[in-house]
Nanobody, 117 residues
Framework: QVQLVESGGGLVQAGGSLRLSCTAS????????MGWYRQAPGKQREFVAA???????NYADSVKDRFTIFSPNAKNTVYLQMNSLKPEDTAVYYC???????????WGQGTQVTVSS
């Protein structure tokens, strides 16, 4: 089992920055990748960014060049640095972890990000 705890959401003006963090505990040895998804009101949850245990990153086109995902210790904590925020980035952001032993996906409780225009 893997537990995920997020922090760092809040209210920011358009053009501003926020940094989200997600800390994993439990069977962290089994984590192959961690990432972020978001869900805006009335919309489906969508992929934002991910990083593998070997530090390979992937981004949604809508956030490329504005958001950066990184993990200083490669296993336990993942950060999402969000710059040049837009009102359309407003959503609940969820941390996700993909484990391989056994294969499973885990979710955090979500953190609200609100970007005002």
């Amino acid at each position: 089992q893997v537990q995920l705890v997020e922090s760092g959401g809040g209210l920011v003006q358009a053009g501003g920055s926020l940094r989200l963090s997600c800390t994993a505990s439990g069977s962290i040895f089994s984590i192959a990748s961690m990432g972020w998804y978001r869900q805006a009101p009335g919309k489906q949850r969508e992929f934002v960014a991910a990083i593998t245990s070997s530090s390979i990153t992937n981004y949604a086109d809508s956030v490329k060049d504005r958001f950066t995902i990184f993990s200083p210790n490669a296993k336990n904590t993942v950060y999402l640095q969000m710059n040049s925020l837009k009102p359309e980035d407003t959503a609940v952001y969820y941390c996700n972890a993909h484990s391989t032993i056994p294969p499973d996906y885990y979710w955090g409780q979500g953190t609200q990000v609100t970007v005002s225009s």
